[in-house]
């Protein structure tokens, strides 16, 4: 089956400039995570979500950062003002109901902040 | 604050022999403990987890887990030159937060 999509995979941003990430989860999972990964490092936690709710949020790096899943599928990370550090790898990752362990990540959507 | 410690390598292994991959880890309270695989360029891919003390076997990968001294290991038989990939280790806490290594980038030498 379709597996987790990533939209835009590229995304080039003048400093300033507000960007939104598009994440279609597999169907029927229930949890979503957001990931950032810098070049080198492994992914670090941003916001994770069951269904329409944000369980979670305490990775977000600032208020310039919001994730919203208003109807418990697609998943929006929004970055505002976005700097020239919030330049990286966004990675998205579902799980089914019964193995939330279990993150099937999506290809990610690379952010380069000019 | 929360930790898993990876050596970043490289780590170089001749083709056919067993490659061992280490992590450790600083949350008691972590549970749960994941293997993912990432090419260069591309996305995490899970290899396998482990929840109890001891090995789990799947194919050519088995996963070790010592809880008492926070080590979680993985080792690779018989490797091959598409093994070669940077091997990431995640623990994850009693709120289903994952807690990433920088990864360790291996080598598989033909």
């Known amino acids: 089956g379709a597996g987790v999509s990533q939209s835009p995979r590229y995304k080039v941003a003048k400093r300033g400039q507000d960007v939104a990430l598009r994440c279609d989860p597999i169907?029927?999972?229930?949890?979503l995570f957001w990931y950032q990964q810098a070049l080198g490092q492994g992914p670090e936690f941003l916001t994770y979500?069951?269904?329409?709710?944000?369980?979670?949020k305490s990775g977000l790096p600032s208020d310039r950062f919001f994730a919203e899943r208003p109807e418990g599928s697609v998943s929006t990370l929004k970055i505002q003002r976005t700097q020239q550090e919030d330049s990286a790898v966004y990675l998205c990752?579902?799980?089914?109901?019964?193995?939330?362990?279990?993150?099937?990540f999506g290809p990610g959507t690379r952010l380069l902040v000019l | 604050q929360k930790e898993v410690e990876q050596n970043s390598g490289p780590l170089s292994v001749p083709e056919g022999a067993i490659a061992s991959l280490n992590c450790t880890y600083s949350d008691r309270g972590s549970q749960s403990f994941f293997w993912y695989r990432q090419y260069s360029g591309k996305s995490p891919e899970l290899i396998m987890f482990?929840?109890s003390n001891g090995d789990k076997e799947d194919g050519r990968f088995t996963a070790q887990l010592n809880k008492a001294s926070q080590y979680v290991s993985l080792l690779i038989r018989d490797s091959q030159p598409s093994d070669s990939a940077t091997y990431l280790c995640a623990g994850q806490d009693s709120n289903y937060q994952l807690i990433w290594g920088a990864g360790t980038k291996l080598i598989i030498k033909p």
């Open positions: 169907s029927g999972h229930v949890s």
């Open positions: 482990i929840y």
């Open positions: 979500f069951q269904n329409e709710a944000q369980l979670d």
């Open positions: 990752a579902s799980s089914p109901p019964r193995e939330p362990r279990l993150g099937y």
